[in-house]
């Protein structure tokens, strides 16, 4: 469930971060997938921390 939401949370980021940059729909998705592959791999270091420690 964290891999779901860090990707959709980096997603969004990512095109809000290319739109700021005056981007154009291009732009836009290639920062949004960029974002969301760097937080989904977040979300998955931070699930195996997780499993780890309970």
């Given amino acids: 469930m964290i891999v779901i939401a860090a990707l959709v949370i980096g997603a969004l980021i990512g095109w ?3 739109g700021r940059l005056k ?7 290639q920062y949004a997938a960029a974002h969301a592959l760097g ?9 195996v921390i997780i499993d780890r420690m309970i």
């Fill in 16 to 18: 809000r971060r290319a």
């Fill in 39 to 47: 937080f989904a791999a977040l979300g998955v270091l931070a699930t």
């Fill in 23 to 29: 981007g154009n729909r291009m732009d836009r998705l």
